[in-house]
């Protein structure tokens, strides 16, 4: 089995949790996913089977959509609802400035990570040492927000609830977005809830349950689930011929023609998917070969 299951994460387990699910589901061990998503948080994390782990960093690595909540007039230790939670230090601005607010984060920023995050410094893992009492101090990183839209704004006493659509870069933490938009607005802020809606070219609304899967698997049709992993691959698809297939799989470059851009390419054998190679001055490199089998 080869492929990408679009996996509807509910809240409360973890990213690994669904890896678990699907190793039982399957028999196999080759089972890993391309973005992971918090216990606190649902929505699409995709599953890859089998080889498909190899193009990890591939599907990882695109863009990101989220619907959010922030609580404003609050903050927390972990900048999500698991808290601990402090009362903020003033009261929630009036809606305009909150709509600024967030606007100011739309563009490439350097924003800092979580301190309780999956983040590594000097081998250290930065949730591990703030639970121990220890935090790391994080360097910023650069991310990159494509657009934030409000969709609601609602006030109750102290504090207010904002609801957007977020779409962003890999490597943004909304976490850390909804801290720095209630710093930005001196009430304090903290996400309240989160559900990705699209990563790695899936959308949230054909996403399938992990109750669906042990259905499908009951029935033997857990097949019907996993579709190929070349179709989701961010990058121009190229196709060989018999001499470029055979130099590919052995993982020789091979001449393709001037005519073809450089760059990384999918590269198929007609609808079979053989790995990615990158495309230079006419010669294909290959990166990633996938093993073939052989018809008996």
Do not use: W
Not at 12 to 33: A, E, N, Q, Y
Not at 100 to 112: E, H, K, R, S
Not at 165 to 189: E, I, K, M, N, P
């Amino acid at each position: 089995m080869l492929g990408v299951v679009n996996l509807d994460k509910p809240v409360g387990p973890t990213s690994h949790d669904m890896v678990g699910l699907m190793r039982r589901l399957t028999g196999t061990r080759r089972i890993g996913h391309a973005g992971t998503l918090d216990p606190l948080a649902s929505g699409v994390l995709p599953i890859l089977v089998g080889a498909a782990t190899r193009f990890s960093e591939e599907l990882t690595g695109g863009r990101k959509r989220y619907d959010a909540l922030i609580h404003l007039g609050a903050r927390s230790a972990t900048d999500d609802a698991e808290g601990p939670i402090e009362e903020g230090d003033g009261p929630i601005p009036d809606d305009e400035s909150v709509r600024l607010a967030m606007a100011a984060f739309v563009g490439t920023f350097d924003q800092v990570p979580p301190a309780f995050s999956a983040r590594k410094q000097g081998g250290r893992t930065a949730h591990r040492a703030a639970r121990a009492g220890t935090p790391i101090d994080l360097p910023p990183r650069s991310v990159t927000i494509d657009a934030i839209e409000l969709l609601e704004l609602t006030r109750d006493g102290d504090g207010a609830t904002v609801r957007i659509d977020l779409r962003c870069h890999a490597g943004t933490y909304v976490r850390s977005l909804a801290r720095d938009v209630g710093d930005r607005l001196g009430c304090g802020g903290y996400l309240a809830a989160l559900r990705r809606t699209e990563a790695a070219g899936l959308h949230a609304h054909d996403a399938i349950t992990p109750e669906d899967l042990e259905e499908l698997a009951k029935a033997g049709r857990l097949a019907d689930a996993v579709m190929p992993v070349g179709d989701l691959l961010p990058m121009p698809r190229i196709s060989l011929d018999a001499a470029a297939v055979r130099a590919f799989a052995n993982g020789s470059a091979s001449h393709i023609g001037s005519s073809v851009e450089d760059g990384r390419r999918a590269v198929f054998d007609g609808d079979e998917l053989l790995g990615i190679g990158s495309v230079s001055a006419g010669m294909l490199q290959p990166e990633k070969v996938l093993p073939r089998v052989e018809a008996p």
